[in-house]
């Protein structure tokens, strides 16, 4: 076993190399005295905005979804090929899967979020094919490609990742049907939704709003009502879930699993611990899982490890969102805008030109993390909620 320790220097160690701990580290880069490691389980960056191209086959060949970390990371962070199982907080020691170990002064939490599907539904975890991870989009790739061109494919759950991949599918005339679990886009307001709704029913996806999938079966899907249809492959896109890397080292989660933060995004169990990203929330501002969250959160985590280094009160998270934004194939898109606290509003666009916008927005990222990189401290956001005079309410917390 090794201990990666260099006392000389203050030693920041980020969790996680996405979209949210790829910014962390090359922000860090600020401060010329930081030694900066970055772990990640993978040797390649994920482009977690391009898995559902990748699992449909529609992306610019198989390497659609990911990037070379050696583009990306500034000169001065160290990339650690490895797993984090657990975080000693007492030591200040994160243990790898290898056996290795690592010494911090400050941790960055940035492990995002994974594919899953729910045990309480029979046949899923056999049967449904989940598509928030790499690996899991590569075998679903495989799964269509296998398939006869008229047969059945079920996408279950219809947010915006479920949108996203049923669209893609019914783009190369694949028969689709999406199963909401509700309704179509929940976050969307009603003209936003039902402009989405048309797009796919024009492109032959069969929409099921209020239906409720009760299991999966090899051939087949069968609803709470008793219905079966024909399903040669069942896409399950109905959610999230986060590592327990927080939970099984000890640090306060809310009930979704993520770790909770105060208002500066730190740990409320241990101010050398600073969150990012998916699998983070804060009891200042209940935050959304998505690349628009990742960014600012990233920055932010960034700077709150800066200022306590520099000995200096680290500033309030905030953010203002200002919409979401749902591919529909590759040449069309939805653009919902929010209010800052972002619930929806009426206002939306669509069409051709918001689809090139979508695509310019995932192209933007990519270089958002080379620009940091670069030219650390460059990225910036739109503040302004949670207003200082309101009050949020404190999220549901397990131990």
């Known amino acids: 076993m090794t201990d990666y320790h260099a006392p000389e220097n203050q030693q920041v160690v980020v969790i996680g190399g996405g979209y949210a701990g790829a910014?962390?580290?090359?922000?860090?880069?600020?401060n010329p005295d930081l030694d900066i490691t970055l772990v990640n389980p993978r040797p390649t960056f994920v482009q977690r905005l391009r898995l559902h191209q990748l699992a449909a086959g529609t992306g610019s060949g198989p390497d659609v979804a990911t990037a070379d970390y050696s583009t990306l990371l500034g000169p001065r962070v160290r990339l650690v090929v490895d797993t984090a199982t657990r975080i000693d907080t007492a030591a200040r020691r994160i243990q790898l899967a290898s056996g290795d170990a690592l010494h911090y002064d400050y941790l960055i939490y940035a492990v995002g979020s994974?594919?899953?599907?729910?045990?309480?539904?029979?046949?899923?975890?056999?049967?449904?094919?989940?598509?928030?991870?790499?690996?899991?989009?590569?075998?679903l790739r495989t799964a269509v490609d296998g398939l006869?061109?008229?047969?059945?494919?079920?996408?279950?759950?219809?947010?915006?990742?479920?949108?996203?991949?049923?669209a893609e599918l019914a783009e190369q005339g694949r028969r689709v049907t999406l199963v909401c679990g509700g309704r179509l886009a929940p976050s969307f307001g009603e003209p936003a939704r039902r402009a989405t709704a048309a797009w796919l029913t024009k492109h032959g996806v069969v929409v099921l709003e209020s239906d409720v999938v009760t299991e999966v079966r090899r051939d087949a899907v069968v609803f709470a009502d008793g219905a079966v249809r024909p399903s040669a492959l069942t896409i399950w896109a109905g959610g999230f879930g986060?590592?327990?890397?927080?939970?099984?080292?000890?640090?306060?989660?809310?009930?979704?699993?993520?770790?909770?933060?105060?208002?500066?995004?730190?740990?409320?169990?241990?101010?050398?611990?600073v969150g990012a990203g998916d699998a983070v929330t804060s009891t200042a501002q209940p935050l959304r899982m998505s690349c628009y969250t990742a960014t600012p959160t990233a920055a932010a985590a960034a700077d709150t490890v800066l200022s306590r280094i520099a000995g200096t009160q680290p500033a309030r998270f905030s953010l203002a969102y200002s919409g979401a934004c749902v591919g529909l194939g590759r040449r069309a898109a939805t653009l919902q805008f929010s209010r800052t606290d972002d619930t929806p509003v009426r206002a939306h666009l669509r069409g051709r030109l918001i689809g090139a916008f979508k695509e310019a927005v995932t192209r933007g990222t990519l270089w958002g993390i080379r620009h940091e990189g670069r030219k650390p401290g460059s990225?910036?956001?739109?503040?302004?909620?949670?207003?200082?005079?309101?009050?949020?309410?404190?999220?549901e917390v397990v131990r």
Request: negative net charge.
């Open 148 to 166: 006869r061109p008229q047969a059945w494919i079920t996408v279950v759950g219809a947010g915006l990742t479920g949108i996203e991949m049923a």
């Open 242 to 273: 986060t590592p327990d890397l927080a939970s099984r080292s000890g640090l306060r989660t809310d009930a979704a699993g993520r770790l909770l933060t105060d208002e500066t995004l730190t740990s409320m169990d241990d101010d050398r611990i």
């Open 114 to 139: 994974t594919g899953t599907v729910p045990a309480a539904v029979p046949g899923a975890a056999e049967f449904a094919y989940p598509m928030a991870e790499l690996e899991q989009a590569q075998r």
């Open 23 to 30: 910014l962390a580290a090359n922000r860090l880069q600020q």
């Open 379 to 395: 990225v910036f956001w739109r503040k302004g909620y949670p207003r200082q005079d309101v009050a949020v309410p404190e999220p």
